[in-house]
T-cell receptor, first 112, second 113 residues
Framework: AQSVTQPDIHITVSEGASLELRCNYS??????LFWYVQSPGQGLQLLLK??????LVQGIKGFEAEFKRSQSSFNLRKPSVHWSDAAEYFC??????????FGTGTRLKVLA | DSGVTQTPKHLITATGQRVTLRCSPR?????VYWYQQSLDQGLQFLIQ???????AKGNILERFSAQQFPDLHSELNLSSLELGDSALYFC????????????FGPGTRLTVL
């Protein structure tokens, strides 16, 4: 069955530090992969997506993610975190033509 | 602002009642998706419509139903409400199918008392 795992429920980093949020997926074919961010009281906003091609994907707000097929992972990274990055981050996989499966989310806290 | 609108923003009702949540997609988007977000279940895909037709179903209960109208707005109907239905319900829209970015609305917070 298709699934998405975000093993870290909460992560706390200091402002200016680097960030890596983990995402592992289970899907039979080559997946469509997404990272979304949800700020408090807001809907989800797409950060980046991977369909094919270059395995390192650049997104908005200085985020990037790397697709590693051998590890079934699609980890999100940012070299220097800003206080405004505090939010909840969701990894998602496109399962089939229309269906999306989201991970349970990682809540990021940024210390000043 | 994603361009997706949802009404109402908040809804408080009692168990056993029925409510309707409304979603207007972005101009030009043909696909509408419904999601339920709760603390214990996370973000769950419920159902998707494309140009008026149901295209995919997720973890949607039989007490829930949805439709997409000719003007492409969508409604999610929740009936025989239970306490556990309290959640944030999101609508998202996209131009077409899986390869397109989904734009999420601000959500409707449903509280069942």
């Amino acid at each position: 069955a298709q699934s998405v795992t975000q093993p870290d429920i909460h992560i706390t980093v200091s402002e200016g530090a680097s960030l890596e949020l983990r995402c592992n997926y289970s899907y039979g074919a080559t997946p469509y992969l997404f990272w979304y961010v949800q700020s408090p009281g807001q809907g989800l906003q797409l950060l980046l997506k991977y369909f094919s091609g270059d395995t390192l994907v650049q997104g908005i707000k200085g985020f990037e993610a790397e697709f590693k097929r051998s590890q079934s992972s699609f980890n999100l990274r940012k070299p220097s975190v800003h206080w405004s990055d505090a939010a909840e981050y969701f990894c998602a996989v496109g399962a089939g033509t229309y269906k999306y499966i989201f991970g349970t989310g990682t809540r990021l806290k940024v210390l000043a | 602002d994603s361009g997706v609108t949802q009404t109402p923003k908040h809804l408080i009702t009692a168990t056993g009642q029925r409510v309707t949540l409304r979603c207007s997609p972005r101009s030009g988007d043909l696909s509408v998706y419904w999601y339920q977000q709760s603390l214990d279940q996370g973000l769950q895909f419920l159902i998707q419509y494309y140009n008026g037709e149901e295209r995919a179903k997720g973890n949607i209960l039989e007490r829930f139903s949805a439709q997409q109208f000719p003007d492409l707005h969508s409604e999610l109907n929740l009936s025989s409400l239970e306490l556990g239905d309290s959640a944030l319900y999101f609508c998202a829209s996209s131009v077409g199918t899986l390869g397109n970015e989904q734009f999420f609305g601000p959500g409707t917070r449903l509280t069942v008392l």
